[in-house]
């Protein structure tokens, strides 16, 4: 179908002292077919990030690496007190002098 021009859109209803009412008619035709589609691949796309993710999950020892049980950052294998010593060897991680893996690194 040829694109309509202005004028076959627009149709003149009145025209009274000065003032012109004029009356547009738009049509929009939607194809539900294209809209399906779309909602289709965008269902199918998560579908397929969810079971990826699932599998992943359920296959692995997590999406992150590392020992869930440590609680602090004395078992990181970090200086994160800046004092040249880490973890076991960090006075900082033992607080009563006894090593404490769950604890958290504390400046003297």
Not at 7 to 20: A, C, L, T
Not at 79 to 89: A, I, M, V
Request: aromatic content about 4%; some cysteine; overall charge negative.
């Amino acid at each position: 179908m040829a694109d309509a021009s202005l004028s076959d859109i627009v149709e003149e209803v009145s025209s009274e002292d000065g003032v012109r009412t004029v009356k547009v008619e738009i049509t929009h035709k939607h194809e539900e077919r294209s809209s399906a589609t779309t909602w289709a691949i965008a269902i199918g796309i998560v579908l397929i990030l969810g079971i990826g993710l699932f599998y992943v999950a359920g296959n692995s020892d997590g999406l992150l690496p590392g020992d869930d049980s440590v609680v602090g950052n004395c078992a990181d294998g970090i200086d994160n007190d800046n004092d040249g010593t880490t973890d076991g060897q960090d006075i900082g991680c033992r607080p009563n002098g006894i090593y404490d893996e769950e604890g958290y690194e504390q400046t003297q």
